[in-house]
């Protein structure tokens, strides 16, 4: 057997056993993706083409799309996911990215728009990056992430001394143990959190977020809180997005801060209960489309985007 042979089945077996991993196997892991860049290399390669295990009577761990659980079973499919490599890794949609920048300086990691990228961080935090999002980063100051644009889901390896903190949209979110969602545009700012707790900090505002709270910041600090089902939280890194009873003022607002859609939406309407599953991975057009159906309102081309009106049957 060549070397080459030995290190990718050497990536296979860390892929499959990745799946019911604790945090002392991920960091073997780590160790093992540091020894050698081939090492690296061959895991990119089996994260990305799952017929590497099928070629050896293994089939992939998860399937391309897990449905989202209610409540009872939340908790449970969030533990396999993230143990799973936060799932879309398994399915090669998602890349594994352990960073090692060369000098102690920021350094900016990206998301295709076509799909998203996941990040390990050396103290065993993880951040999946939403498509089209951007973060920055700094070795010199490991527990600081900053958005600088788009949305990412956060499972941070909590040290009370040492709190690991986002920075977003010119507020401050600080983990206290916990699996969160943060999304900004512009200063535009969602926070959700699936697990645990995270403190908000706005300057003018100090709010502590627990389980199922989502905080919406608009760009003057106004502060909307409402509550959803957390095994909803990061939902968009399966493919879609699960709304369960919420106002259609609130769907428009996160396509805005997750996928840039601009929709304007009739001031009659924006209290208007939405509930519906709206696949993320399809094109702008094709998710408007689709809530203005399951909304039964009508969708209108305008300038910059689009505008929800009262359809002719309601």
């Keep these: 057997m ?7 089945r050497q990536a296979i077996d860390w892929h499959i ?3 019911d991993g604790d945090t002392d196997l991920w960091h073997g892991f780590v160790a093992w993706l540091e ?6 290399e061959a895991y990119d390669r089996v994260a990305s083409d799952d017929g590497l295990l099928d070629d050896r009577g293994v089939q992939p761990v998860l399937p391309a799309i897990v449905p989202i659980p209610r409540r009872a079973d939340a908790r449970r499919t969030r533990a396999l996911l993230w143990g799973a490599g936060m799932a879309a890794v398994l399915t090669g949609a998602i890349g594994l990215t352990y960073f090692r920048p060369a000098a102690d300086a920021p350094y900016f990691v990206e998301a295709p728009e076509g799909g998203g990228r996941q990040v390990m961080l050396a103290d065993g935090t993880r951040i999946m990056i939403h498509a089209g999002g951007r973060l920055r980063l700094d070795r010199a100051h490991p527990r600081l992430a900053a958005i600088e644009k788009g ?3 956060f499972q941070v390896r909590h040290d009370p001394a040492n709190p690991f903190r986002v920075e977003a949209a010119g507020r401050v979110i600080e983990d206290l143990g916990t699996i969160f969602d943060v999304a900004a545009r512009g200063p535009e700012l969602r926070v959700a959190v699936a697990e645990g707790s995270v403190s908000f900090n706005s300057g003018q505002n100090h709010i502590l977020l627990k389980p199922g ?7 003057d600090d106004q502060i909307e809180i409402r509550h959803v089902d957390p ?4 939902a968009w890194r399966l493919g879609h997005v699960d709304f369960d009873d919420v106002a259609l003022r609130d769907v428009v607002r996160q396509l805005r801060l997750s996928n840039g859609i601009r929709i304007a939406i009739s001031p009659e309407l924006g209290s208007r209960r939405f509930s519906g599953v709206l696949r993320n991975d399809r094109g702008g057009d094709e998710i408007v489309r689709s809530l203005a159906q399951l909304s039964e309102t009508r969708a209108v081309h305008v300038a910059g985007g689009w505008m929800l009106e009262r359809s002719a049957a309601r």
């Design 2 to 8: 060549s070397n080459g042979d030995r290190i990718l």
């Design 35 to 40: 020894a050698d860049t081939a090492h690296a």
């Design 17 to 19: 056993r990745l799946a």
């Design 231 to 234: 095994g909803t939280v990061g």
């Design 151 to 153: 949305e990412a889901l």
């Design 213 to 219: 709270m989502v905080i919406n910041a608009s760009a």
